[in-house]
């Protein structure tokens, strides 16, 4: 099994089994989505969808090749074999989707063989890998091993699920999280010509140095052929960057205006249409998150707790969950001491108690509080009667 679950999200599935009895379906409601949410140490448990299971397969799923077992009804291994990753290899191996249920890891590209068995009628599971290490660590790890290792877990309703986000969302999260690597790879561009005019001495008084007169004091500097074309080419890749990075931005703002949640959640200090949309994105279904707590723990937000005799200590926040939504978050953050209002007021109160940095952290678990509410209400109730101060695009990706 691997290392920590993508972008997704987590979940749980919930139901453990009582003692000497057969292991039982999971007590969660799948419906080819992994739906249940863990956070802050709770399950939410619904009423059990899986019916009559007969057959539980585990899949490892690796770039080129995985291995795949098949346990029946009375727990039994029919099937442990190693197989190319081929669409028809795995629905003439897999047979008939009725009463089949499939898990596989949230590893390196297994969005492909989620839709691929969802379309054809299987009910999918996506295991958290992190968590699914937690419960079935062993000594010998293989990939024989470990296929039948999920097989299990999801029979005896003990997988730890991750949300299996639609197609159509996770388009939407590629397509800001790509945004967001232009503007980065763009930045570093940009801090190697700064570097090259810093090895020759060059000094300069622009405040934008590829704005129109940076650019034109950058094209006529005299400088030593090889660093010239070295110059000349970087500002070619700056440009192509420009270009990809607007075209993007285009097609964000496009699918925010059409978009009836980004308007509320605008309503926020600091955050703006890419912000709103990233959020959406990243969230997903907001209902699967009990309350704003559970989505802030989800959101790696929240300190972590050692507890042990009585005492407990709060180190630093988890770092688990998406991390572009911790870095829009994070960014709305740093605009709210140049604003007013109650977020303001709270970021100086921790600031002077704290220290900016913590402050920054406990006003971003904030604005991810209110747009939970803003999502899974229609409107912030404390925002309501406010002006919108954003009604420009906040642009945060340019910050990276």
């Known amino acids: 099994m691997k290392g920590r679950a993508g972008s997704g999200g987590p979940g749980r599935a919930c139901a453990g089994r009582a003692a000497g009895s057969r292991p039982s379906a999971p007590n969660c409601k799948v419906r080819g989505r992994a739906d249940c949410t863990r956070a802050a140490g709770q399950f939410e448990t619904e009423v059990p969808t899986v019916s009559n299971p007969t057959r539980w397969v585990g899949v490892d799923l690796h770039r080129r090749r995985s291995q795949i077992a098949i346990i029946d009804e009375h727990g039994e291994l029919t099937l442990s074999r190693r197989i190319v990753n081929d669409p028809e290899t795995f629905k003439e191996l897999l047979g008939d989707p009725d009463a089949t249920h499939v898990a596989l890891e949230a590893t390196y590209g297994w969005e492909w063989l989620a839709d691929l068995l969802e379309e054809v009628g299987y009910d999918v599971h996506l295991a958290h890998p992190l968590r699914t290490r937690a419960i079935a660590a062993a000594r010998v790890k293989t990939d ?6 999920l097989a299990h877990l999801l029979r005896a309703g003990l997988l730890p ?19 967001a690597v232009l503007t980065r790879m763009r930045t570093a561009v940009k801090n190697r010509v700064h ?16 704005g129109k007169a940076g650019r034109e004091f950058l094209a006529g500097l005299e400088l030593p052929e090889g660093s010239r074309r070295r110059l000349d080419s970087l500002m070619s890749l700056i440009a192509d960057f420009d270009r990809e990075i607007t075209a993007t931005t285009r097609e964000i703002d496009a699918r925010a205006k059409t978009d009836d949640r980004v308007p509320v959640l605008c309503q926020i200090r600091g955050v703006g ?6 959020v ?63 977020l303001r007021a709270m970021f100086e109160r921790i600031a002077k108690r704290r220290g ?15 747009c939970y ?15 919108d101060s954003n009604d420009h695009d906040d642009e945060l990706a340019e910050a990276a």
């Open 144 to 149: 024989a091993v470990d296929a039948p290792t």
């Open 161 to 179: 699920e991750a949300y299996i986000a639609p197609a159509e969302l996770r388009d939407l999260r590629e397509l800001l999280r790509h945004r």
């Open 195 to 210: 570097a090259l005019l810093a090895r020759h001495g060059i000094r300069h008084e622009h405040t934008d140095l590829f």
């Open 273 to 278: 249409r890419y912000t709103a949309m990233l």
């Open 280 to 342: 959406i994105a990243e969230v997903g279904e907001v209902k699967r998150f009990p309350t704003a707590r559970h989505l802030c723990a989800w959101a790696g937000l929240t300190p972590t707790v050692r507890s042990s005799d009585g005492k407990a200590r709060l180190g630093h926040i988890s770092h688990q969950g998406s991390p572009a939504l911790r870095w829009a978050l994070s960014e709305a953050a740093q605009k709210i001491p140049t604003g007013g209002g109650p």
């Open 356 to 370: 900016r940095n913590i402050a920054k952290v406990a006003v971003a678990r904030q604005i991810l509080t209110l």
């Open 373 to 387: 509410y803003g999502l899974r209400d229609g409107e912030i109730r404390c925002l309501t009667n406010q002006p």
